[in-house]
């Protein structure tokens, strides 16, 4: 895998984001990720979450800071190939769920038969082998962020960021994709940072949970979580589980009372 010093996939480095209208929402925000982590960014609404994953994808720019990409500057985006799921699965409705997924690459001109590989293999990885040729009004919650979570794995991204992706689906997709996810992680070794306003969910998925204070936004806590794999429903249930789930809890008020009060 590459990476940047000591195997760094992420890192930031007192990042500030000041928008137009004078709303500071970083900073100073400080992280690394490791190469084939899976990290969580947890905090309350507004804290700058997203604000940071679109920092990392290079979709915004940071006001001020450092950041680097598996040990390259961000903004040398030929270097970097960076998977984005967002929050709605952002789907086009006149084309199929082969055509959606294939969209990154007709952007890179690959040729027909290797673009159809591509999908084929992606649609496989998320479980939607069978469902190629269907139109999203045809595909439930959960299916339609399969197939944006299929488009992008299909360009083999080194990184996979998330934003909030399964926030609207019911509990029991929910916990499904969780582990669909888990298993794919264990799979393939992405680097992914997840961003997330679940506890549960973060201490669930995810090595290590860093806390976000309320805005700006800075990393409050790091939270290892250091279950074994692979992690299953025996593991949701669990008493080690629980008590994750109770210290990222605590970390969280303790991290959202200390930004209340500065």
């Known amino acids: 895998m590459r990476g940047g010093p000591l ?6 480095r007192d ?6 209208n004078g709303v500071v929402a970083l900073g100073p925000l400080t992280l690394t990720v490791r190469t084939g982590e899976f990290v969580s960014l947890l905090g309350p609404s ?13 979709l915004s720019d940071q006001t001020a800071g450092n950041v680097q990409i ?3 500057a961000a903004r040398d985006r030929s270097r970097h190939n960076i998977g984005f799921v967002f929050q709605e699965p952002t789907l086009m409705p006149w084309t199929t769920v082969r055509g959606n ?46 197939v944006s979570l ?5 360009t083999d991204p080194d990184i996979l960021l998330m934003d909030e992706p399964f926030a609207a689906l019911d509990e029991i997709t929910r916990f499904r994709l969780n582990n669909d996810l888990l298993t794919l992680w264990r799979k393939l070794r ?3 940072v997840f961003v997330t306003h679940s506890v549960f969910e973060s201490a669930y998925l995810s090595q290590r949970v860093l806390i976000m204070t309320p805005r700006p936004g800075r990393i409050a806590r790091d939270v290892r979580i250091h279950a074994d794999e692979p992690r299953d429903e025996e593991f949701r249930t669990s008493p080690e589980y629980a008590a994750y789930c109770r210290d990222v809890s605590a970390e969280l008020a303790k991290a959202s009372n200390a930004g209340a009060g500065a």
């Open 46 to 58: 507004g804290c700058g979450k997203s604000t940071a994953l679109r920092i990392i994808a290079g």
């Open 101 to 146: 997924v294939q969209l990154p690459l007709d952007l890179t001109h690959l040729s027909r038969g290797d673009a159809r590989a591509r999908v084929d293999q992606a649609l496989a990885q998320v479980g939607l082998a069978d469902f190629a040729e269907v139109y999203p009004r045809e595909l439930s919650g959960g299916m339609k962020m399969r």
């Open 70 to 72: 598996e040990g390259h």
């Open 7 to 12: 195997g760094s996939a992420v890192s930031l």
């Open 150 to 154: 299929a488009r992008a794995l299909v």
């Open 190 to 192: 992405k680097t992914v």
């Open 15 to 20: 990042v500030t984001k000041v928008y137009d």
